[in-house]
């Protein structure tokens, strides 16, 4: 594998893909050019595939099973590529039966990150954000849980640096703030 594999995190609605694309734009201009894979997508072209969901919002109350595998083929299919890579993904995913880990051990063996980043920001503009995307289906849930998402999202990355060796980096994306974290991860991602 040549390249770079950065794995960026964070609750839905925090900004994360906004925040890689912008990054990426400001990299290619300084000829340092990576590839963004959003690791929901992969496991949603399988789901939809077999019959198993019609949008992604429905992949999260699969059963648990059902989503290792698909995280499973997911991991496999991002570890061939080539280059720097960007996964844009999730530290852990809240599902009916409680937090399941994004990157269990098997997806990391896959996977190989250099590095974990966890986007994260202020719960009550998180909510807010969610609201105004009307583009989605999220769960509702209040600022409490999803400052708690955010707390055991850092548990998890912390559980993944010690399994991989990987490092960890937290990226704050506040409202007003964007440019912020563009600089910030584009810092991470040189
Ligand atoms: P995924 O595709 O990652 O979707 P998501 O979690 O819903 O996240 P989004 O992409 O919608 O939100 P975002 O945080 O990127 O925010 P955005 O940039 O859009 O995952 C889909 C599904 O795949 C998951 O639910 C799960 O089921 C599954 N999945 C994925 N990875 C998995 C894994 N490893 N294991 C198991 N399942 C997995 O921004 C949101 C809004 O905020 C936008 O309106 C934007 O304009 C605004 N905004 C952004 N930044 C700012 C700012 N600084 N100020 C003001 N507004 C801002």
């Not at 969901?53 to 995280?71: C, G, S």
């Not at 190989?112 to 995307?133: G, H, N, S, T």
């Not at 509702?140 to 980096?169: D, K, W």
């Amino acid at each position: 594998m040549s390249g770079k594999r950065v794995v960026i995190t964070g609750v839905p609605g925090v900004g994360k893909t906004t925040v890689i694309e912008e990054s990426m734009k400001r990299l290619a201009g300084e000829g340092i050019p990576y590839k963004a894979v959003n690791f929901g997508t992969c496991m949603f072209e399988t789901a939809k595939a077999e019959g198993k969901v019609e949008d992604r919002d429905q992949m999260r109350t699969l059963d648990k099973d059902v989503q290792k595998e698909l995280q499973r083929l997911a991991g496999k299919r991002i570890g061939e590529m080539e280059g720097n890579i960007i996964v844009d993904t999730h530290a852990s995913v809240k599902t009916p039966v409680g937090y399941l880990p994004g990157l269990p051990a098997w997806v990391l063996t896959e996977l190989k990150p250099d590095m974990v980043v966890l986007v994260e920001a202020d719960e009550d503009q998180i909510l807010m954000r969610r609201m105004d995307d009307e583009s989605r289906r999220r769960d509702p849930e209040g600022s409490r849980s999803i400052a708690e998402h955010q707390g055991i999202n850092r548990a998890f990355a912390a559980a993944y640096g010690m399994l991989t060796g990987c490092t960890v980096q937290v990226v704050r994306n506040e409202n007003y703030l964007l440019d912020h974290a563009v600089e910030a991860m584009a810092r991470v991602l040189r």
